[in-house]
């Protein structure tokens, strides 16, 4: 069964994700993979922390059960789940959750999942149930590759001070994501103990929760000791926002930028410069694989290594999401 396996290589630049799909002809199924993981598991993980990415395709996985399966054999039977994640995302099961549900006629800017906190997810696997009529690549980017090619002196802004997200989140009326939802509980004390254990400060103001936390520009990756470039800011920041949104925005909360849904600043309290976080997002876009899905696709990455965004999109498509 083995030999029906094949190990092929995406390229970009100087980035690599690897595909591991059934040789041409050969009818492999979920058992067959799980049987091949179970053996080159440890071979796998090298190639991960080298390249960043692997894509499991052709090998006829339907629903987010088989996903799992593949998930656990590869990463074992540990999970994180997604309490105080920034994305509106539904949590299908304890594992399991939509990729995201923003609008599909915008585009989702690159970034390491949770980057923001001093938390954050190792490994994160996405299934694709239904791909898109049309458009909804994943674009993938090798964080190592970009730290080269971004301004120089950016990049040692962001290193030297890091950056300060702050938050203001929705009692269920408001603009972005509720407390509630980010916190996946409806206890307020719950949530304090949360951010007390996670260096968040926080302050209720009335329905709303105020949030400010500090979290990298650029980090050091546990395992193989690279810099990779390791923020959400540009992510974070209005800016980032459809024009006549952000403008919106900047109207209503032109007084108070601590009321904005969320905003991020340098480290030091300093406004990054908006020429700056508009040139990380076009960098990341310019620089990153357009990953089109497969139905059955099952992409693993390091997500340290590798930021991941989401390009606008036609028709029903399903991406579903588990971390590790």
Not at 148 to 173: H, I, S, W
Request: charged share 25%; with cysteine; glycine share 6%.
């Amino acid at each position: 069964m083995q030999t029906d396996i094949l190990i092929e290589s995406l390229k970009k630049a100087d980035q690599t994700i690897i595909v591991v799909r059934p040789k041409e002809g050969a009818l492999l199924t979920l058992q067959h993979l799980l049987q091949y993981l179970e053996k080159e598991k440890g071979n796998l993980y090298q190639m991960l922390l080298k390249h960043g990415g692997i894509l499991f395709r052709g090998f006829d996985i339907n629903d987010k059960e088989e996903f799992l399966k593949v998930k656990e054999i590869c990463a074992g039977a540990s999970n994180f789940d997604y309490v105080d994640g920034n994305s509106p995302r539904t949590k299908l099961s304890d594992n399991v959750y939509t990729s995201t549900e923003y609008p599909k006629e915008y585009r989702i800017s690159l970034h390491n999942e949770m980057s923001y906190s001093n938390k954050w997810p190792g490994l994160i696997f996405f299934f694709c149930k239904t791909p898109a009529e049309e458009g909804g690549e994943t674009p993938v980017l090798d964080c190592r590759s970009i730290l080269k090619t971004l301004d120089q002196d950016m990049v040692k802004a962001f290193e030297e001070y890091g950056v300060k997200y702050t938050r203001c989140l929705n009692g269920a009326v408001g603009a972005g994501k509720s407390w509630m939802d980010t916190f996946e509980t409806h206890d307020k004390s719950v949530v304090e103990d949360y951010c007390k254990a996670n260096d968040i400060q926080f302050k209720w103001d009335g329905d709303f929760l105020c949030l400010s936390q500090l979290g990298a520009g650029v980090e050091v990756h546990p395992l193989t000791k690279e810099k990779v470039w390791f923020n959400q800011a540009n992510q974070f920041h209005p800016s980032n926002l459809p024009e006549d949104i952000y403008r919106a925005l900047k109207m209503m909360y032109s007084k108070n930028k601590h009321k904005y849904p969320q905003y991020a600043y340098f480290g030091n309290d300093e406004e990054i410069p908006e020429q700056y976080l508009s040139e990380i997002t076009e960098q990341h876009f310019e620089q990153a694989f357009m990953f089109k899905w497969e139905k059955g696709d099952v992409l693993m990455l390091d997500n340290m290594l590798m930021a991941h965004g989401r390009m606008p999109f036609k028709g029903d498509r399903k991406i579903y999401v588990s971390m590790c």
